[in-house]
Structures are given as structure tokens and as C-alpha cells.
């Protein structure tokens, strides 16, 4: 999709995955369906946007700017509130789990929290470097802050007060995650640790296996196991009460991101040495994934957990069975890919560039055949350059084709709900479909899954 009109910063789904939001440095907010239509563009912003997410409901969006604004919309564009406060640009906006709380972190090294009114309730000065990054706890009670100062703040929600201000990391604090019981919460470093606590801020555990910068962490989705990667190259498994399970070189660079699968079973990490790993939770390698030709920036599984998507410098984002096939290699981008989000049903993904673009790719492939016939019949019916003859049978074709992928499909889902061990659905496909009219005059139909 193209639109904006310089790089694309961030981009999102709303919550029931029909429409996408866009944060661009043009300054403008945009909302697309995930057909690729432009539906609003949301102008205010006196510098570029840098984050964007919706409100648990989808009813309205948040976004951050460099004009040290953050503000609040409804989908049809109408700006609902405006935050202004910061006295630098924003570098990160987060929304509370029930949307009834907005938290915004600066280069200012300030954190405002604002209620759904727009109104500020209260400012934490206590920061003395730029915010990295803000968490909201799974219930909506606690906020997360982490800094370039090394510190980490709690912050009732309720209130806006701070409870506790962490300061055992000797260096920047990158990451900080929840557990997804909201029971414990950690967070990594540049002083090379990782360090778990309790949820009111009680320190639990200091987790000593990196020998540098440890730049992302992740809890298993069934919270009894946790990631970490980095600097060093290594990537460290532990268990929930804070004991090394394996720690081993994952890769032969700088590693810089990893995940989990929906059923905690395998984890994948990815780096600057251009590869995905796949990992047993006992550290069993099982496959590398060798299709990039730049660094690795991205990595995310699908929901269903059969496939795993990547992202890197090399503008290319490529879809993997988790037996290690290349199913697919998406090359629309001229520019490196910054972000992967996939909607919640897995069915389609979402890219975004520093070519100011992003794309939404359809991996449904059974429905894009179906939509792909049902397109050709449109045209076909309403061209006026098409004889009468081709067109009766192409119509024809079209229509058995059509039914014919309907039954296999319907028969497909019979059988995926008969077995836990179906094969991975067929992977993503670019169809062209090429119609001559009798003037010899050829159009070129082209669908891009």
C-alpha cells in the first residue's frame, strides 16, 4: 500500500483484524482496510509520527509524535483528544489494556499519564535519560517504564503515582515483559543481565549468563520459561524461578531477536548474521533458516504455530515452514523491513518498510484462489473488448474452477479438524492472469499472496 509520503515508522491491526493504522514521518496518521483501501488520513501531528496502536475496543487510535505530542482519534479520523506536554519528541505511547489509560515516554526523559479524558493525571520527572520503552501490566493496574538511566519505574494506573523505582541494572534498560499471569515481570539490559521480579517490584532473580548487551527478552506464552539474546551471541533459556536450563552460541553474531511459539515448545531467534534458528526448549537445534542476505531485524510466529515469518535489512520478508522450507520469499520492499505483525487469525501479515511503504500479504491461500476466479468473472462480464465467445468461456472455466476450489477447501477443513497433525496449508502464491481482447491487446491480471 502506498500513501504516505515518507518512511513508515509503525504500523498496526485492529483488534478483530479488519483494518490497519499507519504512523509515517509525513506527519499523518492513515486507516486502511485490509484490502489496501485508504479510508482515513488523519492529519494534526507537527512533525513525523513514530507509534500508532489501537484501543482494546477499535473504536479509536492513539498516536506519538516528535512534536512531543500524543494524541487520541476515532477510526473515521476525527482527532478526539490532544496530548501536549512533552518538550521533546515521543519515543514510545502505550495503551492500558482496558483503554481507559494512555502512558507516553519522551526524549524529555519525562512520562505522562493521561486518563480517557485527555486529562494529565500525573508526570514522573524521575528519569534522566530517554525512555525506552512502557509496559502495561496484563491487568491495567501497573505501568512499566525503562530508560536509557538505567532505571525502571512502576507507576499505579490509577493515580499516576510512582510505587517503586528500580535501580539495580548498572546499564540501559532495553526490554521490559510481563509474564502473561501478570505475577512477574522482567527485564534486560546493556550492563548484560536480566533481571525477574515480582509484580510489586520485589527483586526475585538476576540472571548472569551473557557476557554483553542483552537486547530482548521473551516469556514462553504459558509463562513457565524465559528468553534472552544479544551482544554475545548467545541465547539463554531459563526456567520460571530463574535457573539456567542451557545457555549456548546461537549464532555467530549479534543475535537480536527472539520468540516463542503459541504452544511454548520451540523458540526461534534471529540476528546480524543473516539466519532464523529454530529451538527445542532444551536448546536442540533444529533448523537454520538461510534465505537473508542482510541482518535479521524481526521474527514471528504464526498464530497457529505451523509457520514462522522474518524480516531484515535485506528488504525481504519470508514465510518458513517449521520444517525449514522456504515457502515463500515477499520482495515488493526497496527498503529494510523494521516490523512483522500478524493479524489474529493468521491469515494475513503485515510489513512495513523504510521504503514508506507497507504491505498487507494474504496468506489465506484457498480463499485468494476462490476471490482471484471471482475477479476474473467481474472482468470478464463488464469488459466491453472481450468477444462474446471467449467470454462465455472463460465464465465457464472460471465458475468450475471456482467450485472446485470451494469443495477442496471445505474438504481441507474436514480433514484439519479430524487431526492434530495436518500438513501445513499451502504456502503463499503470486497468481498472474493474462486476458486478451480480439483487438490483440493484452491486460495482465495480478493477485500477490
Same mark, same amino acid.
Given at each position: 500500500?502506498?500513501?504516505?509520503?515518507?518512511?513508515?515508522? #509503525?504500523?498496526?491491526?485492529?483488534?478483530?483484524?479488519?483494518?490497519?493504522?499507519?504512523?509515517?514521518?509525513?506527519?499523518?496518521?492513515?486507516?486502511?482496510?485490509?484490502?489496501?483501501?485508504?479510508?482515513?488520513?488523519?492529519?494534526?501531528?507537527?512533525?513525523?509520527?513514530?507509534s500508532?496502536?489501537?484501543? @482494546?475496543?477499535?473504536?479509536?487510535?492513539?498516536?506519538?509524535?516528535?512534536?512531543?505530542?500524543?494524541?487520541?482519534w476515532? $477510526?473515521?479520523?476525527?482527532?478526539?483528544?490532544?496530548f501536549?506536554?512533552?518538550?521533546?519528541?515521543?519515543?514510545? /505511547?502505550?495503551?492500558?489494556p482496558?483503554?481507559?489509560?494512555?502512558?507516553?515516554?519522551?526524549?524529555?526523559?519525562?512520562?505522562?499519564?493521561?486518563?480517557?479524558?485527555?486529562?494529565?493525571?500525573?508526570?514522573?520527572?524521575?528519569?534522566?535519560?530517554?525512555?525506552?520503552?512502557?509496559?502495561?501490566?496484563?491487568?491495567?493496574?501497573?505501568?512499566?517504564?525503562?530508560? %536509557? !538511566?538505567?532505571?525502571?519505574?512502576?507507576?499505579?494506573?490509577?493515580?499516576g503515582?510512582?510505587?517503586?523505582?528500580?535501580?539495580?541494572?548498572?546499564?540501559?534498560?532495553?526490554?521490559?515483559?510481563?509474564?502473561?499471569?501478570?505475577?512477574?515481570?522482567?527485564?534486560?539490559?546493556?550492563?548484560g543481565?536480566?533481571?525477574?521480579?515480582?509484580?510489586?517490584?520485589?527483586?526475585?532473580?538476576?540472571?548472569?549468563?551473557? *557476557?554483553?548487551?542483552?537486547?530482548?527478552?521473551?516469556?514462553?506464552?504459558?509463562?513457565?520459561?524465559? &528468553?534472552? $539474546?544479544? +551482544?554475545?551471541?548467545?541465547?539463554?533459556?531459563?526456567?520460571?524461578?530463574?535457573?539456567?536450563?542451557?545457555?549456548?552460541?546461537?549464532?555467530? /553474531?549479534?543475535?537480536?531477536?527472539?520468540?516463542f511459539? @503459541? !504452544?511454548?515448545?520451540?523458540?526461534?531467534?534471529?540476528?546480524?548474521?543473516?539466519?532464523?534458528?529454530?529451538? +527445542?526448549?532444551?536448546g536442540?537445534?533444529?533448523?537454520?533458516?538461510?534465505?537473508?542476505? /542482510?541482518?535479521?531485524?524481526?521474527?514471528?510466529?504464526?498464530?497457529?504455530?505451523?509457520?514462522?515469518?522474518?524480516?531484515? !535489512?535485506?528488504?525481504? $520478508?519470508?514465510?518458513?515452514?517449521?520444517?525449514?522450507?522456504?515457502?515463500?520469499?515477499?520482495?515488493?520492499?526497496?527498503?529494510?523491513?523494521?516490523?512483522?505483525?500478524? *493479524?489474529?487469525? %493468521?491469515?494475513?501479515?503485515? *510489513? &512495513?518498510?523504510?521504503d514508506?511503504?507497507?504491505?498487507?500479504?494474504?496468506?489465506?491461500? #484457498?480463499?485468494?484462489?476462490?476471490?482471484?476466479?471471482?475477479?476474473?468473472?467481474?472482468?470478464?462480464?463488464?469488459?466491453?473488448? $472481450?468477444?462474446?465467445?471467449?467470454?462465455?468461456?472463460?465464465? &465457464? %472455466?472460471?465458475?468450475?474452477?471456482? +467450485?472446485?476450489?470451494?469443495?477442496?477447501? /471445505?474438504?481441507?477443513?474436514?480433514?484439519? *479438524?479430524?487431526?492434530?497433525? &495436518?500438513?501445513?496449508?499451502?504456502?503463499?502464491?503470486?497468481?498472474q492472469?493474462?486476458?486478451?481482447?480480439?483487438?490483440?491487446?493484452?491486460?495482465?491480471?495480478?493477485?500477490?499472496?
Amino acid at each position: 500500500m502506498m500513501g504516505h509520503q515518507n518512511r513508515v515508522w #509503525e504500523v498496526c491491526f485492529s483488534p478483530d483484524g479488519n483494518l490497519i493504522a499507519s504512523a509515517s514521518l509525513d506527519r499523518t496518521i492513515k486507516i486502511w482496510d485490509t484490502g489496501g483501501n485508504l479510508l482515513q488520513t488523519m492529519v494534526g501531528h507537527g512533525d513525523g509520527a513514530l507509534s500508532v496502536s489501537f484501543s @482494546p475496543d477499535g473504536q479509536n487510535v492513539v498516536s506519538g509524535s516528535r512534536d512531543a505530542t500524543a494524541k487520541l482519534w476515532n $477510526v473515521v479520523g476525527n482527532p478526539l483528544r490532544k496530548f501536549m506536554g512533552h518538550e521533546e519528541e515521543l519515543t514510545c /505511547a502505550a495503551l492500558s489494556p482496558a483503554g481507559d489509560a494512555i502512558a507516553t515516554g519522551s526524549k524529555d526523559k519525562r512520562i505522562h499519564f493521561w486518563n480517557a479524558a485527555g486529562q494529565m493525571v500525573a508526570t514522573l520527572q524521575g528519569h534522566t535519560d530517554r525512555i525506552h520503552r512502557l509496559c502495561f501490566s496484563p491487568d491495567g493496574q501497573t505501568l512499566l517504564s525503562a530508560g %536509557g !538511566d538505567t532505571a525502571i519505574f512502576m507507576w499505579r494506573v490509577a493515580d499516576g503515582s510512582v510505587f517503586q523505582t528500580l535501580t539495580s541494572h548498572r546499564g540501559e534498560v532495553y526490554a521490559v515483559v510481563y509474564r502473561s499471569d501478570g505475577q512477574v515481570f522482567a527485564s534486560c539490559s546493556a550492563d548484560g543481565s536480566v533481571r525477574v521480579w515480582r509484580a510489586d517490584g520485589t527483586w526475585l532473580q538476576t540472571l548472569n549468563g551473557h *557476557s554483553g548487551e542483552v537486547y530482548d527478552i521473551a516469556f514462553s506464552p504459558d509463562g513457565t520459561l524465559l &528468553a534472552s $539474546v544479544g +551482544k554475545d551471541k548467545v541465547a539463554c533459556l531459563w526456567s520460571w524461578d530463574g535457573k539456567l536450563l542451557t545457555s549456548f552460541e546461537a549464532h555467530s /553474531a549479534e543475535i537480536f531477536a527472539v520468540c516463542f511459539s @503459541p !504452544d511454548s515448545q520451540l523458540f526461534a531467534t534471529a540476528g546480524m548474521d543473516q539466519s532464523v534458528r529454530l529451538w +527445542k526448549t532444551d536448546g536442540t537445534h533444529l533448523k537454520t533458516l538461510n534465505g537473508h542476505s /542482510a541482518e535479521v531485524r524481526t521474527i514471528a510466529f504464526t498464530p497457529d504455530g505451523k509457520n514462522l515469518v522474518s524480516g531484515g !535489512d535485506d528488504a525481504v $520478508v519470508q514465510l518458513w515452514g517449521l520444517d525449514g522450507t522456504l515457502l515463500r520469499s515477499f520482495t515488493v520492499h526497496n527498503g529494510p523491513v523494521r516490523s512483522l505483525q500478524l *493479524s489474529p487469525n %493468521g491469515k494475513s501479515l503485515l *510489513s &512495513a518498510s523504510g521504503d514508506r511503504s507497507f504491505v498487507v500479504w494474504n496468506l489465506d491461500m #484457498e480463499n485468494l484462489l476462490v476471490r482471484s476466479c471471482r475477479w476474473l468473472q467481474a472482468f470478464l462480464r463488464t469488459n466491453q473488448n $472481450v468477444s462474446e465467445e471467449d467470454r462465455r468461456n472463460c465464465l &465457464a %472455466g472460471c465458475g468450475w474452477l471456482s +467450485k472446485n476450489l470451494q469443495q477442496k477447501a /471445505a474438504a481441507a477443513r474436514q480433514r484439519r *479438524s479430524q487431526t492434530t497433525q &495436518a500438513a501445513p496449508e499451502d504456502d503463499a502464491t503470486q497468481i498472474q492472469i493474462m486476458v486478451t481482447d480480439d483487438d490483440g491487446d493484452s491486460t495482465q491480471i495480478q493477485l500477490r499472496s
